[in-house]
Every structure is written in structure tokens, then in C-alpha cells.
């Protein structure tokens, strides 16, 4: 058997891992991670990471594991924060848990656990691993679903590589969640009834616009309504199903529509987003069609349906491709068709991937909702999680 360091994160999932990993008879070590310690903007009531410490420690006393602590807050304030800050400030959304996953668990961390002599990482998260032989004979490590369609976590990993799921564990990615939290209540861990952690990875729920302000200062502008008569939604692009002409997002000025109120900072918005405008009176609820940085404006539209939310196309660029198994990879001038999704929970979502020397194109079958710059795409065969890309445009 295997020694396996286990990310204990004093969640029940991470809990339940490693009990079933002593249970497969590895020798299993749980090390916890401290990765933030800065309160500023985290919401009243969300546990601080000392309490995440204490359950995980427990957790280890319980199972009877060595239990060790590591600080990476400075690597994870490099690696993770400091790019979301420079995405925020592009006028981008940046996806933190993806960035987390692939610079932290499985590089920084990875490097931690090799230190205490580990053949294997594990961590808590629903998906899971196989082992393929390649035509040259060498082994192809490929990423699956979890089996819990409601817990899918392997669009969170959509960024790891060979190398870093060659070391990769997941014990619980063949369960359920409602048997995960069974297995913990029967074996009395600590963490068997606390709830699931939410909001940014090891920083927890923050209230964006404010923890944002530690670097990006809040600046008023305009917000601009985009009716949903304007002009263009009702012009086509002339090239018919050219992807590059349907990966275009619409470019929108203070022309274009009424000023309506103002925000304070074009920054602290995403597209696609309903919440935090601050602007009633409506029937339907108004909704982000575009947000612009330089110019400190913001592009709203009314009800769910309007047409600038939805496009059947998007764009990664050359250097923002990934795949898990670079043997599949198009070349320029190839095309294959995946089930694909643009943001975690999303069902998937039949589409063409399309790859040309200017990068590769997504062309949905159907237009999407909310196509955001700086989010993952990831896509799919079956249940084989193949590639993704940080969305250009």
C-alpha cells in the first residue's frame, strides 16, 4: 500500500477521504493548509480558517493519522489573489477555485507532501481517475465526473495535467453525498453535520465590491440601459455560422442607451449579474450585459431574456488552451464536437470545439447565457473531462 497525504480541510468530505483511504490500508497523513489570514470583507459569521484547523485535527485524533499544518499564504496570495485582482481590474472574472486547484493543491501542496514522503495526494473532491495505455505504451491518466451528479467537482480541475493527476487521489469521487455524510456520522467524525464551505477557496464568503477594494478603489460611474430592440441584436453577423463572427460580444457606448444610474466601479461587476446594481422600480429584473473599465461604464438590460445576454459562440486563446491528455489536442484546422460547460453546475452543453491558428472557438448549438471573460470552459467526452480554456471573449 501507498503512503497518502491527505488534504484534511475540515470539511466532511475531506474527512470521509481519508477514512477510506486507512480503510484501503494506505498509510495516510493529513496535513491542513493555511491559505488566507486576511479578514477584510469576509461576511459576519463565516468560519475563520483556525476553526477549519481544529475540526481537521479532531478528524486525524479520531482516525488516528499523523496530523501536520503548512502556511502557503503567501504563494496562495501570489498565485490565486494577486491574479484575481489583475483579472478584476481587466474587466474580467477570474475563476479562483479553478487557479486554487491547479497552483496550490496540486503544485504547492503536492511539493509539501512529497517532503513527508508521499507516493499520492488525496483530496475531498467528487470526481474521479483512470488509467489508459497509450499507443507508445505509456500511461494516460484521464479525469471523470464524480458519480454524484449533483456534486461534479471535475470542472474544478479542468487545469490539472498528467504530471498532477499521476499523484492524484479521489476517494470519494465514486460516492454520493448523502453517503459521504453517513460514513462520517458512523464513524463519529467530527465534521459529519458541518455544512459545505461556500464562496472563494480558503477565503470563504466575502463581500466582493470590499474585498476588492484592498487593491482596486472604488471610482463612480454610469450605468447605461441597452434596450432590447437595439439595432444589432437584429442584425446577424453577414458571415453566417463563422464562429469568429459569433465569438464577437457586443460593443456597446454611452450612445447606445439611457443613463439610468451609476455604480462604483465598473471593476466590481460581472456580466450576467443581477445583484448589488441598486436600481428599481422595474418590472423584470435588470441584468449586466457588459461592463467597461476604461471607460467606467456600465451596460445593464431588463428581464432574463434580453438578447445581449446570449451568444452562440466563444474564443480562447492559443495560450489559454489546456488539454488534461495533450495527445488530443486539435490542430489548427481540426474540429470535434464535446458537451461542454461555461461555469460550474451548468448542464452540459452540446457544441463544436474549433481550432484555428487565432486559438480555438466553442460553437454552441444553442446561444448561452452569460459568456464571461476570464471564466473557465471545459469540455467533455462522455464522462472524460478532456480540456478547457480561460474565455478570451
Known amino acids: 500500500m501507498a503512503r497518502v497525504v491527505i488534504g484534511l480541510s475540515g470539511g466532511v468530505d475531506s474527512s470521509v477521504a481519508a477514512y477510506l483511504l486507512k480503510q484501503q490500508g494506505h498509510e495516510v497523513v493529513g496535513l491542513f493548509m493555511i491559505n488566507w489570514h486576511d479578514t477584510t470583507g469576509t461576511l459576519e459569521g463565516d468560519c475563520p480558517w483556525h476553526d477549519d484547523r481544529l475540526f481537521a485535527e479532531l478528524v486525524a485524533r479520531r482516525l488516528d493519522i499523523p496530523f501536520h499544518t503548512v502556511d502557503l499564504s ?16 481587466r474587466g474580467r472574472t477570474p475563476n479562483p477555485d479553478v487557479l486554487c486547484n491547479r497552483e496550490i493543491k496540486f503544485d504547492v501542496f503536492l511539493q509539501e507532501a512529497l517532503k513527508l514522503g508521499a507516493d499520492f495526494v488525496a483530496t475531498g473532491h467528487y470526481c474521479r ?5 497509450g499507443p507508445d505504451g505509456r500511461t494516460i491518466h484521464r479525469l471523470l465526473a464524480g458519480s454524484d451528479p449533483n456534486k461534479d467537482q471535475s470542472y474544478f480541475l479542468c487545469q490539472l495535467s498528467q504530471e498532477q493527476l499521476a499523484r492524484a487521489l479521489f476517494p470519494v469521487g465514486d460516492l454520493l453525498k448523502p453517503e459521504v455524510r453517513r460514513i462520517a456520522e458512523e464513524q463519529q467524525l467530527a465534521t459529519a453535520k458541518r455544512k459545505d464551505s461556500q464562496g472563494i477557496c480558503f477565503v470563504g464568503k466575502v463581500d466582493l465590491p470590499l474585498f476588492l477594494q484592498q487593491k482596486l478603489a472604488a471610482r463612480t460611474g454610469n450605468v447605461h440601459e441597452i434596450r432590447a430592440d437595439w ?17 464577437r460580444p457586443y460593443r456597446y457606448t454611452v450612445r447606445d442607451g439611457k443613463k439610468i444610474g451609476t455604480h462604483n466601479g465598473a471593476h466590481f461587476y460581472t456580466i450576467g449579474q443581477r445583484k448589488g446594481l441598486g436600481i428599481g422600480g422595474r418590472k423584470e429584473s435588470l441584468f449586466v450585459l457588459a461592463t467597461d473599465v476604461a471607460q467606467n461604464v456600465i451596460y445593464v438590460g431588463e428581464g432574463d431574456s434580453h438578447p445581449g445576454l446570449y451568444r452562440r459562440a466563444l474564443r ?5 488552451l489546456h488539454w488534461i491528455d495533450p495527445s488530443q489536442r486539435l490542430a489548427p484546422g ?18 463544436e470545439l474549433i481550432a484555428r491558428e487565432e486559438g480555438a472557438y466553442l460553437l454552441f448549438d444553442r446561444p448561452q447565457r452569460g459568456i464571461t471573460p476570464g471564466q473557465f470552459a471545459a469540455w467533455y467526452d462522455g464522462e472524460e473531462l478532456v480540456g478547457s480554456g480561460v474565455i478570451a471573449e
Request: net charge positive; aromatic share 12%.
Open 316 to 320: 480562447i486563446a492559443p495560450g489559454d
Open 129 to 133: 481517475k483512470a488509467e489508459a495505455t
Open 231 to 247: 439595432p444589432k441584436y437584429a442584425a446577424p453577423p453577414t458571415d453566417g455560422e463563422d464562429p469568429a463572427a459569433l465569438a
Open 74 to 89: 503567501q504563494e496562495y496570495r501570489r498565485r490565486v489573489v494577486d491574479y484575481m485582482f489583475s483579472e478584476y481590474e
Open 334 to 351: 481540426q474540429s470535434r464536437r464535446f458537451s461542454v460547460r461555461i461555469r460550474y453546475r451548468q448542464p452540459l452543453q452540446g457544441a
